[in-house]
């Protein structure tokens, strides 16, 4: 049963920055790749950043340059470190676990449960 805890949201201003992390429990953190997610109202959830086991990144567009993802293998966390929020980054975010297909690739659909979320809110 795996387990995933997101923490580190909160109200913050345009331009400002938050850092969220996860934990995940349930022995699926170091053999998988481990993606961000986030779903604002109204809108579908999108993945928005992942990183596979060996470290490798990738990020949506809309939040390449400002989002920054990383993992820690022996704590089972991952992290999404926030900079330069706009309003339209406000969403509950999620962490999920991603299968890898071997050769750097992985599913973008995610694979575990979902966990509680943790809201970020981006405004003046």
Known sequence: QVQLVESGGGL?????SLRLSCAASGSIFSRNAM?????APGKQRELVAIITSRGTTNYADSVKGRFTISRTNAKDTVYLQMNGLKPEDTAVYYCN???ETGGGGYYTTPFASWG???QVTVSS
């Open 12 to 16: 913050v201003q345009p331009g400002g």
């Open 35 to 39: 993606g961000w997610h986030r779903q």
């Open 97 to 99: 676990a991603h299968r």
């Open 116 to 118: 509680q979320g943790t």
